[in-house]
């Protein structure tokens, strides 16, 4: 819900001429669109990637965070976020 509101103002600010300060995004590169099913996978095919035991980083993809979250101990993903 919250990303569709950011999406929203975003959209209204480029029809009505005026942009946030980070300037034009496209949107279709953007990780809110991961659906559960993408985003599970993404963290299905990480984890085989690097084995059980390993941490994992997670750079703007708060989604893929939460799918590693629910298959590993809370510890083994840390996100790091900026907006």
Known sequence: PEALAALR????????GTQSASGAENFGL??????????????????????????IAVLSCPSV???????????ASVLFEFD
């Open 65 to 75: 965070h939460r799918a590693l979250l629910r298959r590993t101990p809370s510890d």
């Open 9 to 16: 103002e975003v959209m209204s600010g480029q029809e009505s």
């Open 30 to 55: 953007s990780q809110f669109w991961y659906t559960d099913a993408c985003a599970d996978e993404l963290a299905r095919a990480v984890r085989e990637a690097v084995g059980d035991s390993a941490r």
